[in-house]
């Protein structure tokens, strides 16, 4: 049995809630799903356990903080073996513009999201940070004109 399916509608009531807030109490969570503070307290901590609910944030202006460059980096290997991959991975895990990172099916092998506070700096990551590593052979990259949709929530049901 998956963990999706070990979930009740009052744990999916509250995963959806906090994913919303996450500075939502006990006390607030119980007003919306109708549960007491208390058992809305001990799901809480069950899920958490469970690692269902992995942590929580605080979602940062990018642009106030002198992000206002998104960057999608597509990224194909120089060749397709285990240790390039991990050598690429292992780069984009030191690297802190980098958002997002997706190992992708097709003609690109990876997909990166990266912030740059201007086009000087994005020119850098590419040509100083990402070419010159041994595991890349080609990279594209394409600035963001406007964000549509960005959302790290699920869609677990419409509770607002």
Sequence with gaps: ?????EIDAFDRKILALLQVDGRLTNNDLSERVNL???QCSRRRQRLEEEGL???????LDR????FPLVNIISV?????????ARRFAELLGRLPEVLEAHALTG???????VVTPDLKS??????????PHESVQHVK???????????TELPLGAVR
């Excluded at 609910?53 to 979602?59: C, D, F, K, N, Q």
């Excluded at 994005?122 to 070419?131: I, R, T």
């Design 107 to 113: 003609e690109m092998d990876y997909f990166v999201k």
């Design 76 to 84: 194909t290997l120089a060749t397709h073996n285990r240790d390039n």
């Design 122 to 131: 994005l020119a850098e990551f590419v040509n100083d940070v990402l070419l």
């Design 36 to 38: 007491s503070a208390s």
């Design 141 to 151: 990259t394409s600035i963001v004109l406007q964000t549509l949709k960005e959302t």
């Design 1 to 5: 049995m998956s963990e999706s399916e």
């Design 63 to 66: 642009d106030r903080l002198g």
């Design 53 to 59: 609910i992995r942590g929580y944030r605080a979602v």
